[in-house]
């Protein structure tokens, strides 16, 4: 998957999931309002983050690896939960104390800084337990965070501009009796959310790699772990599949201080770094190109590219 059709997807799966979230939400809400607008708010976290996690893990990993792709969904699911919750309990408490309500922007600002930490906590928790390298996972996690707020206050806002026409529109009916506005109210927060956060970990990223020839021809993927495994194995964080000149496990991408060192893991057929076959650790600067069997990557580095203009 290209960055560009991340942001897509991320724009596109919160959209979607923001109005099936509605939909449980409506379908659950009682006479209480402040406990019916937490769970219109739980159900838009939930689906929200749910379907971000499920396209960051499939960037990320491949269907083989379906127990990574569940661990991070169940984690971002209960992270997401939370900041519905307590974002849509948070900004109907705001409204009844203060009757303003441009404050119910907050608890949506809320949700979405929690949406954005989601997708990122699985790996942060795995380093920290294992003692790696945490540089990476937390600033995926910053950056969800930066973009989910940003997503949740902007749509948080249009949202209640939505909320304000509509009850122009119908003065003669209460607007949370309507669903237009509620409804395409939650897709265009969830669509904010899913947008900016996907903006977010593609412009702010550190290093990358671009598959130019070979196994799925060009995928791009931010490099946040602190070890980066390349080969045929389902376990491999880059899969090379179909190539019988890959071997199961055939380099790795370690992070070292601010960059990433190269090594080969003990192949017979080699790793190359522009065009010269490894014979030890070699560390990475931008434009670097890797070949592995047939397929061809190349390195991206934000800081060194900044540096060197």
């Known amino acids: 998957m290209s960055f560009r059709l991340f942001i897509y997807y991320c724009a596109l799966c919160g959209a979607g999931a923001a109005l099936l979230g509605w939909v449980l939400g409506r379908l659950t809400a009682g006479p209480h309002l402040l406990l019916a607008q937490g769970l219109k708010g739980l159900f838009l976290g939930l689906f929200v983050a749910l379907a971000l996690a499920i396209v960051d893990a499939l960037w990320n990993l491949s269907l083989r690896q379906w127990q990574g792709i569940a661990a991070r969904a169940v984690t971002s699911l209960l992270v997401g939960s939370l900041g519905g919750f307590v974002g849509g309990v ?6 009844d104390l203060t009757h303003f309500a441009l404050f119910q922007v907050l608890g ?12 990122g906590v699985f790996d942060l928790v795995t380093s920290q337990l294992s003692g790696q390298d945490q540089r990476g996972p937390l600033k995926k996690v910053i950056n969800g965070i930066l973009g989910g707020t940003v997503g949740g206050l902007i749509g948080g806002f249009l949202s209640l501009v939505l909320h304000g026409l509509w009850s122009g529109l119908f003065e003669s009916k209460p607007v949370d009796q309507l669903w237009s506005p509620s409804a395409l109210g939650f897709v265009i927060l969830g669509a904010c959310i899913g947008l900016l956060i996907g903006l977010a970990q593609v412009f702010l990223k550190e290093a990358w790699l671009r598959v130019e020839e070979g196994f799925r021809a060009g995928r791009e993927l931010i490099l946040s772990k ?3 495994t390349m080969g045929r194995a389902e376990s491999c964080d880059i899969g090379l599949f179909g190539d019988n000149q890959v071997e199961r496990l055939h380099a790795q991408l370690q992070r070292e201080g601010d960059g990433y060192v190269l090594t080969d893991a003990g192949s017979a057929t ?7 076959r490894l014979t030890g650790p070699r560390r990475l600067a931008a434009g670097d190109v890797i070949r592995v069997g047939r397929s061809v990557l190349r390195f991206g580095e934000r800081r060194r590219e900044a540096a060197s203009q």
């Open 90 to 95: 948070f900004s109907q408490k705001l409204y």
């Open 108 to 119: 949506w600002t809320f949700t979405g800084l929690l949406i954005g930490a989601a997708p």
């Open 226 to 228: 602190p070890l980066v």
């Open 270 to 276: 080699g790793t190359y770094l522009n065009d010269e």
